[in-house]
């Protein structure tokens, strides 16, 4: 009698613990489960009340059958589902990802590797994730990294409830940095605040707001101020909107805020402007990596190499986010610039690379534009950055 009563137990036990695994799955099979749950201890309490045990067991017997079978025949669809599944990607992505000797065989690269995660999770606001993976990991990451981050993420939380003030207090101490960079980020916190001001119907309060705070940044944003001034005339907000400043009182004109922000604060750290992993992520799952595969598997079909080691021999599409290099090639040469080989722009406003320059140049440092009649001095070109 024991003995059976510590085997109905057991099984008690494991279909209690598979039915709190399957609760979020599938609601039909979640009920098969607790219905023979049921079963499992009336019959433990038929057995323990001294009923015919012989009966009891011959009647869960068939219950734990009939369950099982009405289970397995529900679980089909899941299995149905995750082999469609696997269909479809098989159809999306055709080529295979190439496959490369252990990247991470080193002490230093492994190490490398788990600062980078790290700092992703400390950059995405992770940081109760970044701390465990910190304290398991084991790796080395400065007090003053965290601290940074987390005041990041305080700014950024503020931005998103319309609160500007974390932000200017950064940027007036960054004012060199952002000086340095050309960066508008503290003038167009104060149009937000402004533009807000005014769309609460506040136009008194948002013009002694322009007044105290935008006359010190007219010299590089005369225009700008200019039509902030100008569009007072449009005043109430629901003209404004209908008119052609219109563009004033988009939210984009608040929510850009955000990614600036945060673009000029990793700056201010040495850092990305773009999340860690996210440009793995991006490129490579993308189809980057698929398609240069690709590429070299018909390079090495047809016994060919690439011309040139810094060059690609197809197209490799990326957003605007993902493009840190030049992409201007000389329309003389046909070559894409390089910091060795930069584009210059002539007198006559035509650019062309250094090297093209050179080649196109006659004794005395004349040279004679390739599109235009005019000639001008090799000296006089200017570099341009693209």
Not at 133 to 160: C, K, M, T, W, Y
Request: charged share 25%; aromatic share 8%; glycine share 6%.
């Amino acid at each position: 009698m024991d003995a059976s009563l510590k085997e109905l137990a057991k099984l008690e036990k494991l279909v209690s613990n598979s039915n709190g695994a399957g609760k979020g799955k599938s609601l039909s099979i979640s009920d098969s489960l607790d219905s023979l749950l049921v079963s499992l201890r009336d019959a433990k309490g038929r057995i323990q009340s001294g009923a015919d045990s012989a009966d009891t067991y011959t009647t869960l017997s068939k219950t734990v059958v009939s369950t099982r079978k009405d289970v397995d025949e529900r679980q089909k669809e899941v299995y149905n589902s995750l082999a469609r599944y696997g269909k479809a990607l098989d159809k999306r992505f055709t080529v295979p990802l190439p496959s490369y000797s252990p990247l991470f065989a080193s002490a230093e690269s492994v190490a490398a590797l788990e600062r980078t995660i790290a700092q992703h999770f400390l950059r995405t606001g992770q940081f109760r994730t970044a701390e465990v993976f910190v304290e398991e990991s084991g790796i080395n990451v400065s007090p003053e990294l965290q601290d940074n981050f987390a005041e990041l993420h305080e700014i950024i939380s503020s931005l998103r409830q319309n609160d500007i003030g974390p932000a200017l207090e950064w940027a007036e101490c960054n004012r060199s940095f952002l000086l340095f960079r050309s960066s508008p980020l503290e003038f167009y916190l104060h149009r937000s605040q402004y533009m807000r001001l005014l769309l609460a119907n506040n136009d008194q309060a948002a013009l002694i707001y322009a007044q105290t705070n935008l006359q010190r940044f007219y010299d590089g944003h005369a225009p700008e101020i200019q039509r902030l001034m100008n569009c007072m005339v449009f005043l109430p907000p629901s003209r404004l909107r209908g008119s052609p400043y219109a563009d004033l009182t988009h939210p984009s004109l608040h929510s850009d805020l955000e990614p600036m922000f945060a673009k000029e604060y990793c700056a201010n750290l040495g850092m990305s402007r773009q999340v860690p992993l996210r440009v793995v992520g991006d490129i490579g799952g993308g189809g980057a990596l698929a398609r240069i595969e690709k590429g070299r598997k018909v390079m090495r079909e047809r016994k060919s190499e690439w011309s040139q080691a810094d060059e690609l021999p197809i197209e490799i599409p990326l957003g605007p986010e993902n493009r840190y290099h030049s992409i201007f090639a000389c329309p003389v040469s046909k070559e894409q610039s390089t910091e060795q080989n930069p584009p210059m722009m002539m007198s006559c406003g035509h650019v062309i690379t250094r090297d093209s320059l050179q080649k196109l140049s006659k004794p005395g440092g004349h040279v004679k534009c390739p599109y235009c009649p005019q000639e001008s001095q090799v000296s006089h070109a200017l570099r341009v950055h693209f």
